[in-house]
Every structure is written in structure tokens, then in C-alpha cells.
């Protein structure tokens, strides 16, 4: 069933700036809404900066723990009266199990998995690798990826399927003489990271599928041998048309006479066909020892790259316990190292939540305090985070809660305080090329998953002869210390490549339990180094400013992280004012297209509603 989601027309009273017409506000009216929307119990500000301390009627008490209850929101929600994806999006329900992805093919392949008898894990693997055919810039067997899953026990296990750095990468292998980071990790053989989703999705199956493997595999096959290619894909095709058409095997995968099929075409894609039915008989074997890397060796010396047979056969997907910490009552699970996901999220999650007053979501003095924590957040991540198995990380201050006092104490009121100096970039880029999806099966047990070949189509190289692409991950390591990589990170030492080891990532599946420990949220999205603020927003615009999970997505987003130093703002997403605001506290500003791709799924008293990111071309299927 979908809904469309209407929102109505507000006057913000809180900022004590020209007032701004146009702010929404959500529909659902509950008494907490009225307090966000202004509409209510107008309640002063208090002092942006300082960790207000918890007062008696703002704490609350759940299973004899003292938690945190919810912030007072001062003012309306403030979002220009044009935002482009307030009209956009929509809620699908279903009564018993969601599957949100961006496709809409592949999320009904995860529904009709999820009908047919299989729980979160089966149509795990059944949507990823439909997403492989159907969404070739990002869906991928040649990538990797991390599964964040929740088990109707209440366990919750984070399974890491990261590529890692060839046997013979070296720590330099990406400068020039001058010491310059070149573009060889970005397009073409020696960008790539030895794959993990085949592995990753094998090992998820293994541990807690259902149904026959070869089944899960079946409608990615199907898809292969031919579907209708949409509009968006056809632009994302187009886009990347010169990187593809470098490569052979590219070319002729995905264009036609140099540019991209037209939206409606039957797009085939045998040879990925193939390799699927050799996955679907002979699992990850054929894949890391068998004739498929065999092919991916063959590519790898056509084109002088580094990915060996032995890498290859010495390939493990991790599981690893998750990120877990608390934000206001709620629990939040997230992805540990290699992803720097969790970690950085619950830095900023728990320097926020010391606010006990929140000034409106959308005003200069809100995003100041996220600006603000971002940034901390980020500068630990960038310093500390890389590989579990060859750095350690001082993981348990940077998550806890008396640290992000700290931090919390070093936020001014009303002013920017500057990243220290490390070499910023000018030109940090963002986009959409990595993929999430979310699944809830009709038992409860949930999984977030989010995959990659990094940048768009990856390293644009195809497997001659196997109809996939290989990723461009080597970019996500410090390729020097210092020097920005195509997102912008500037990073350290803990991320240096050295074989074997795994680029630290930023995304961020992530699973939310309610304040009785019951199943709330499932979410994730790409978008790079965003992907963290993205998760953390669309989380807190639920919990602290009342919004539906529709409006929550929809909402304009911000990203700061750390270096460039600057606010990237989505373009029309703030109000004049705001920016004003933001400028006068002595904040950069950047306007860019549109942050990530999110896919969400919540919890509510009828079953489930499933949002997928008005921004893109997603899209949710439940039963
Ligand atoms: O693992 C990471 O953090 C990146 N490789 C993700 C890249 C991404 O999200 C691309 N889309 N914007």
C-alpha cells in the first residue's frame, strides 16, 4: 500500500531571525510533534554549547535504567518552502516483512524471497546480487560490503565483507615522483581491492539461511538475461559512458555505439548471466579458486593489475561485533571497523545527545551543534580508525559517553571552531554509487546492508569474458597522509595501505531499538564520507524532531566532516536565513546536488513502513 505524504505550512517563532514561511511540519499530530512544531508548551532555549544537565523530568526510567527521555525541540522544523523532495516521497506498508533497496526490481525480489518462505538473510542474498545486475554503477560481485543483522533473540552480529588490498600493494603505490596521489586508484586494474560479496553473502547464508542457495541466485540470473533498463540507470550509464568505454569489456557490457542504452531497452547482459550460474552451482569457490578467478586474473595481467590467485583463495569475510551505544533511551548497532560507520556515528550521536534542548531543525543554531559534533567526530575517525587487525584504535574512549562531554564542552555558542590545519581540499565530491538496503522478515529478524564498488561503476573495468565490474576501493586507504582522496577525507597513518589489509570505510548499516529494546529502525545509505551524517540525520530527525520516517528521509541534509572545512549543504535545502545565520558564526557553506540514497525501514504498530530516498530511483515492496 503507498501513501503519499503531505506536510503542512508553519511560522517558525524560534530562531529570533526574520521569520520564514514555508517550514513543514509533520501531519501525524502527537503531543511530542505539537512540542517540535512549536504548536505547544513553548519551552526557552537554552544555551547552545553547554551540556545542559539532565533535569529530573528529563530523564525516564526503562528496564530500571535511567535514560534519557526526549529533547525539547525549541521551534519549528525550518525547511524552504520549495524543498524539492517533501512532494516526493513515499511510505509503503506491509503487515508483515519490508524490503527497501534502490530498485525497485530487486526489492521485489527480496519480497517475493521473503513470501516464498525466507527470512532477512535469504532475500539478503537474493537482493544483492539482483542489485548487481539491475543497478551495475553500485550492485556488484566484484565489490564489497558489510551486513549489520538483528536476530529475533535479540542478537546482532556485523558481518564484514570488505575487499582487501592485493598481496603485493604497497604502502606508495599511488605516488608519483612528486610525491602525488595519481588517479591510478581510481579508474582502471590497479585500483582494485580483492573482493569480498561473494563471499560475504555466502558466509550470511551460511550462518542463517533458509532456502537452497542456488534459489537466491535464480532471479539475479533471470534479470541478467534481460530486463528493462529505467531512466535513472540509463543516466547513470551515460554519465560514466567515457570511464566505460576505456575498457573492452565495458564498452560492450554497457554501450551502445559509446553511450548509454535508452531508457525502455531490453538490457542483456549474458556473460553476467553466466557468471551468476556458475555462483549459483558452485558458490564462492568458483568464485575465489575456480574459473571465475581465473578470469579476474586474466583481466588483472591484461591490464598490469595486483589481484592474485592466491589473494583471491586467501579471502575471508569477518563477522565482528557490532558498534553499539544509546541516544536518549534508544539503542543504536551499527558497523564497526573496517567501517569507521559506527564508530563516528556514535561520537556525534553522543555529543548530541547532551543537549537536552535542541534549538528547530533546519536553524543556523541546530546545525551549528551537528556541524560541531561532526566535525569531532570526524577528526577521530580520520586520526585513529583503520583495520582492526593492523591498527589498534582507542575504541572505547572515542565511544564513551564521558568523552563526548568533553568534546561536547569544546563547542562554542555561537561560533565555528576551524579544523586544525592538515592539508584541506577544495574539491571534495559526493554521490550515490555505493547501495543500501534494509530488510525486516515476517519474523522480526532484521538486516541492513550496505555494498560498493566505491566510486561509480568502480575501477570501470569488466571482467572480460565474466560480465562484471571490479571496484576502485584502493582509494578509500590514505594514499599519502595529508592529501585528499576523491571524497575529500584526508586521512592518516591507521588508514596506510599495506597488503592484505582493508580500507577503512564510512558506511553505516544500522539497526535502532526503541526505548523497550524492540526492533525501530533499520537504515542506511551511500554517499561516501556523508554516509555517516546522512544515518545519523535521518535518526535523529525521528527521534528527537518527531518526524515520520517519510519526512525524515526526505528531509534537506548537511554534511561536515572535518576537512574540507566547510558545511555541504544540499542545494534549496536551507533557508536564506539559516545561511546567513551560518556565515556571520563563521562557517564555509557549499551547496551540492543530492546527499545519498537512503533506505529505511520502521516499525509501527500495524507492521512496517519501508521509505526509499525520493532522491533516487528506489523503491520499497512489503507484504
Ligand atoms: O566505503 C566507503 O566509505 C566508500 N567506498 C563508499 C563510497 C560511496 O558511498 C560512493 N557513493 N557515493
Redesign the pocket.
Known sequence: MRESVAAKLGVDRGLGQRAELGMRCPLVVTLAVLVACGGANPTPETTPGAAAPATATARARTRGRVVRADAVVTGRPIVPVDWQFSDRVVSVTGAHAMVVSAHPLASQVGRDILRGGGNAIDAAVAVGFALAVVLPE?GNIGGGGFIVYRDTTGRVRALDY?ETAPGHATRDMYLDSAGHVTEANLTGHLASGVPGSVAGLYEAWKSYGRLPWAKLVAPAITLAEGHALDGYRSRSIEAEAERLAQFPASRSQFLVNGHAPPAGTVFRQPDLARTLRLIADGGPDVFYRGQIADSIVAEMQRGHGLISKSDLKGYRAKWRTPIQTTYRGYTIYSMPPS?SGGVTMAEILNIMEGFDTLPAFGSARYLHLEAEAMRRAFMDRNRWLGDPDFVSMPLERLLSKSYAAELRAQILPDRATPTPPFQASEGAQ?????THYSIVDADGNAAAITT?L???FGSAVTVQGGGFLLNN?M??FTGAPGQPNQ?GLVQGEANAIAPKKR?????TPSIVLDRKGRLFLVVGT??????INSVYEVIVNVIDHKMTLAEAVAAPRINQQALPDVIFLERGGLTQATVDSLKAMGYKLQERGRQGDVQAIQKTAAGWIGVADPRHGGGASGW
Open positions: 553500485a570488505r567501517s559526493e554521490g550515490t554509487e555505493t560498493t566505491n566510486g561509480g576501493e582509494d578509500d571524497y580500507m577503512l570505510s564510512a558506511m551511500p554517499g561516501g564520507p556523508t554516509i
